[in-house]
């Protein structure tokens, strides 16, 4: 059985930063694109970045210079950093685990594993 844990999320203070964490088990990341998605409250969910398993990145505009993915294989866990935060960025931010290993995938559907969520607040 596959299961992604997110961690990491908290509040913090505009500018401020976090690092969020997505453990897997019942699959290899390695083997896999890893995305990160978030949804803030009366929104849909949207997707922020995708790192294939041959290492290609994707990160969206809205967060291009401020966040950033990796993985540590022998940990089976992805990363994404978010650095110079903002309110907006406000959301619940979740992993998700697809087959693929150039192509960037950047829709919910192209993912197979999801993880609960991580609550990220963004507040002075």
């Known amino acids: 059985q596959v299961h992604l844990v997110e961690s990491g999320g908290g509040l913090v203070q505009p500018g401020g930063s976090l690092r969020l964490s997505c453990v897997a088990s019942?699959?290899?990341?390695?083997?896999?694109?890893i995305g990160w998605f978030r949804q803030a409250p009366g929104k849909a969910r949207e997707d922020v970045s995708c790192?294939?398993?041959?290492?290609?990145?994707y990160i969206a505009d809205s967060v291009k210079g401020r966040f950033a993915v990796s993985r540590d294989n022998s940990k089976n866990t992805a990363y994404l950093h978010l650095n110079s935060l903002k309110p907006e960025d406000t959301a619940v931010y979740y992993c998700?685990?697809?087959?693929?290993?150039?192509?960037?995938?950047?829709?919910?559907?192209?993912?197979?594993?999801w993880g609960q969520g991580t609550q990220v607040t963004v507040s002075s």
């Open positions: 790192l294939t398993s041959d290492g290609s990145t």
């Open positions: 019942g699959v290899t990341l390695d083997d896999y694109a």
């Open positions: 998700a685990a697809g087959q693929s290993v150039h192509a960037i995938l950047t829709l919910r559907e192209e993912y197979h594993y």
